[in-house]
């Protein structure tokens, strides 16, 4: 492509069908503790 | 829905639905403004849209961008479907306890201005958990965690070093039986650093897989608000003991966490500070707090609040390309295995996997929820809980709240904290507004610096 650069795997929808299994960290355990920031947080299921 | 915005450079275009981020040139940026949805593609790019950028693109360029755009759209990565409502709207979870926010001290030894937990009283007096209680809350989280592995314990106030030695207690009983049941316990710590010494980091280094250390920014940001009962300033006591301790952790797996309000909205400044004080993981938030306060930030505010996350983003990046970079926990996103959508529907997970348990074992939905008996849950010694408040929190998520719908931001925030909104509107479901504001502005820089990392490599 020449007018755009894609720069993720858009796999939001595949994660729908498998994901859900609840492993992953309670965001608010993180730092903020005030406000729900859930993007920067990682799948347990990522290598 | 797409959102498209410019920042450092670069045009930024995101797919909400899929999740995906493009860099796009003029052309096709400009060209987005004639495309409504649902887009249906055409064998060539319309007349409209022709002749709306004629002036400015030649009419190869044209074609082309138009070609791409059916292209990405085709891939699933643009204008792409919410499928997402059926999964919200059958929403079964079935949730189990996973993490608990222990307050084991209802006390502290700094007065900080803005502290909404009342000065550490969270508004029912000065207390201490026994181990007995921290113990029970363990019991509970390993009866109530299902076939949960993971289960997290923070360790909250107050102030939790003022009630140390039953913290080591809870962990090394939290442990034993981790091993018995087959749970793997994280704990984290959240403390403002007065009392930490050698002792203390060496237990805290080896038990705790994150430490959240309290700090504002410079000394005066910091001092004007977190000061001891005597009116004394907190700065020089902890910097240099979080500067070891942070060190001692390799420069990760905690994070200097601070709190920003209306007496420095200039906040930028501070985080930089701390950046400089050699601390390579920082967290710096807006204060929370009714309008009525001094300290409190307002719609008044979010020109200035934007502005400076943008100049922080500028030198944020101007540092990671000059081989110096730092984290900033608002910045971070993880655009490639962040979590799943089922984890994006639903957030934090305060009332049903997150709850917080008080100095004598009561458990409310959060830590902010600590204190409003309206929100009792029951105890621990009880070994369960109101199941109403329970379904009311769980069955909460981004398509319950008719605020988040046209939102581009929802996924990335999960419609927003459950204590703001019912705080400010009374209601979980309906977001805190000034809050959101933030959270757009910083999702916003978050992407633009992954983009630009990611170009840059």
């Known amino acids: ?47 | 829905m797409i959102h498209k915005y410019k920042q450092l450079g670069l045009n930024i275009v995101m797919d909400v639905y899929s999740g995906a981020v493009h860099v796009v040139d003029d052309v096709m940026f400009d060209m987005l403004d004639y495309i409504l949805e649902p887009f249906m593609p055409e064998s060539e790019c319309p007349e409209y849209i022709k002749e709306g950028l004629k002036d400015e693109y030649s009419a190869e360029e044209i074609e082309e961008s138009y070609a791409e755009i059916c292209a990405l759209v085709s891939a699933g990565q643009l204008f792409t479907d919410d499928c997402y409502a059926d999964i919200a709207t059958n929403w079964n979870k079935q949730s189990v306890v996973k993490a608990l926010c222990l307050h084991v001290a209802h006390d502290c030894n700094l007065r900080c201005k803005y502290c909404f937990a009342d000065t550490g009283e969270f508004h029912g007096g000065r207390s201490l958990m026994s181990a007995e209680v921290g113990k029970k809350a363990i019991d509970f989280v390993i009866n109530n965690s299902g076939s949960r592995r993971n289960i997290e314990i923070d360790y909250f106030g107050g102030e939790p070093l003022m009630n140390f030695e039953v913290v080591k207690e809870i962990t090394e009983y939290a442990k034993e039986q981790g091993k018995l049941h087959d749970k793997n316990f994280r704990f984290t710590i959240t403390t403002n650093g007065i009392l930490l010494n050698d002792d203390i980091m060496d237990y805290i280094n080896e038990n705790m897989s994150n430490v959240v250390l309290s700090i504002d920014g410079t000394k005066e940001t910091n001092d004007k608000v977190r000061y001891r009962v005597d009116g004394s300033g907190s700065y020089d006591t902890i910097v240099p003991k979080f500067q070891k301790i942070a060190e001692s952790r390799n420069q990760d797996n905690y994070y200097v966490r601070g709190t920003f309000t209306a007496y420095n909205v200039d906040f930028a400044k501070d985080v930089i500070h701390l950046a400089d004080l050699g601390f390579k993981q920082t967290s710096v938030e807006p204060v929370v707090a009714p309008e009525s306060e001094d300290y409190a930030l307002t719609e008044a505010h979010v020109e200035k609040v934007c502005a400076e996350y943008d100049k922080l983003t500028d030198e944020y990046v101007k540092r990671y390309d000059e081989g110096r970079g730092f984290n900033f926990f608002h910045f971070m996103v993880d655009l490639d295995q962040g979590p799943c959508a089922i984890k994006r529907l639903s957030g934090c997970g305060a009332g049903h996997e997150y709850l917080a348990v008080t100095p004598e074992g009561d458990i409310y939905p959060c830590h902010q929820f600590v204190g409003n008996t309206d929100f009792k849950m029951g105890n621990v010694s009880e070994g369960k809980i109101d199941e109403n408040i329970k379904n009311h929190f769980e069955r909460s998520n981004v398509y319950t709240k008719e605020k988040c719908s046209n939102c581009f931001a929802k996924f990335y925030c999960s419609g927003g904290c459950s204590a703001n909104a019912y705080n400010f509107n009374k209601d979980i479901n309906k977001p805190y507004e000034l809050a959101c504001e933030f959270q757009k502005k910083r999702l916003e820089c978050a992407i633009a610096i992954e983009a630009h990392k990611k170009l840059s490599k």
């Open chain 1, 1 to 47: 492509m020449k007018h755009v650069q894609t720069l993720n795997n858009a796999n939001l929808k595949n994660s729908a069908k498998h994901g859900g299994c609840g492993e992953c960290q309670t965001s608010c355990q993180s730092a903020c503790k005030t406000s729900c920031t859930v993007a920067n947080q990682k799948c347990e299921q990522a290598n």
